[in-house]
């Protein structure tokens, strides 16, 4: 595989949900160039995949010189994650909580491959930075959403790749009210307007009636988490516990 000569870019995971959007303008707004990853795993909210193409275009249109910076988007059949794992992510069972006190919507080992893909990309395309909208404080638990996962990821796949990546997670320690605060400051009310409207959350795939926190069935736990945020960021408050 050749390898393009390193430069000031990031590669970032791009889902089509309210946090990978907000990381999105976050990198164009200090990289100089950023291209997008995104997988086709299976999952069933996947009008989030049709959501990506038109935050691109949008993002492009309404903010020229970050437009400038948007480089090519990847798109990876992941649907072998769908085969090898059986959570309410990839099928059509209720949302629950597991015995280990795990989402039934945690899909095993997810972000650890969607990393190491990420790295694969990015080492081909010359991108440094590994860019991700993983998050610790958001209640759903994820052990390959934490802090340590990804630190510990970077550690090895720069071991196996004999490379200097960094994995950047601007959302980490954000609560879902700091996350439409972040785009807020990274682009004022266009770009939570382009947030708003143009991303989506719901696990269910629900985009018939626009919110005032954007589309979505408002019942599903990322909606709760997605609404709560919303109505704290509009109150200057945070959101402290899990929505109920
Ligand atoms: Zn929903």
């Not at 649907?79 to 992510?89: F, H, K, N, Y």
């Not at 990420?118 to 860019?131: D, H, K, N, T």
């Amino acid at each position: 595989m050749t390898r393009t000569e390193p430069r000031n870019g990031a590669l970032v995971l791009f889902s089509g949900g309210q946090d990978s959007a907000t990381c999105l303008a976050w990198a164009l707004d200090r990289y100089d160039t950023v291209e997008t990853l995104g997988f086709d795993y299976g999952q069933r909210h996947r009008v989030e995949l049709e959501c990506r193409e038109g935050f691109r275009a949008a993002i492009a249109q309404t903010f020229p010189e970050w437009g400038e910076r948007l480089g090519d988007d990847h798109m990876i059949d992941l649907s072998v994650l769908g085969s090898i794992s059986d959570t309410a992510m990839t099928r059509e069972i209720e949302i629950e909580t597991a015995a280990n006190g795990l989402p039934n919507t945690f899909v095993p080992g997810r972000n650890l491959m969607f990393m190491q893909i990420a790295a694969a990309i990015a080492y081909r395309r010359g991108l440094e930075f590994l860019v991700g909208g993983m998050c610790e404080t958001d209640f759903s638990g994820y052990p390959d959403c934490r802090d340590d996962t990804m630190k510990a990821l970077q550690v090895a796949l720069n071991l196996g790749m004999e490379t200097r990546f960094v994995i950047e997670t601007p959302l980490m320690w954000l609560d879902k009210a700091d996350t439409w605060r972040l785009a807020q400051q990274l682009g004022g009310e266009a770009l939570v307007e382009l947030v708003r409207v143009e991303t989506h959350t719901c696990y269910v795939g629900e985009r018939a009636e626009l919110n005032d926190w954007g589309f979505g069935c408002g019942e599903c736990p990322a909606c709760k988490l997605r609404k709560r945020g919303y109505e704290a960021y509009l109150a200057g408050e945070h959101v402290t516990q899990a929505p109920v």
